[in-house]
Nanobody, 114 residues
Framework: VQLVESGGGLVQPGGSLRLSCAAS????????MGWYRQAPGKERELVAR????????FYVDSVKGRFTISRDNAGNTVYLQMNSLKPEDTAVYFC????????WGQGTQVTVSS
């Protein structure tokens, strides 16, 4: 099983990034997917999640209207489009697959700074 995140980097406040998480080794279209983040000195927190067929999404209040989670079941990939980024969005972002089992990626760093 592998979850490989990509797309992180350094961006100025107000900018955008698109994170990708490529999945392999399990039945991707059966699993719900989530994006989490962990800032230095803080606990890992949920950012957004999407059900297995992409018909239902959830966002934490701090990212509503700025972030969009989506998935491509044909390509075994989940995305997080992040717009209007703020310095407080700086964190390592992880993707998570969950159903009966839970799988985590290794994370990708997002830094929002001028």
């Amino acid at each position: 099983v592998q979850l490989v995140e990509s797309g992180g980097g350094l961006v100025q406040p107000g900018g955008s990034l698109r994170l990708s998480c490529a999945a392999s080794g399990f039945t991707f279209n059966s699993y719900n997917m989530g994006w989490y983040r962990q800032a230095p000195g803080k606990e890992r927190e949920l950012v957004a999640r999407i059900n297995n067929i992409g018909s239902s999404t959830f966002y934490v209040d701090s990212v509503k209207g700025r972030f969009t989670i989506s998935r491509d079941n044909a390509g075994n990939t989940v995305y997080l489009q992040m717009n209007s980024l703020k310095p407080e969005d700086t964190a390592v972002y992880f993707c998570k697959a969950f159903l009966v089992r839970v799988y985590w990626g290794q994370g990708t760093q997002v830094t929002v700074s001028s």
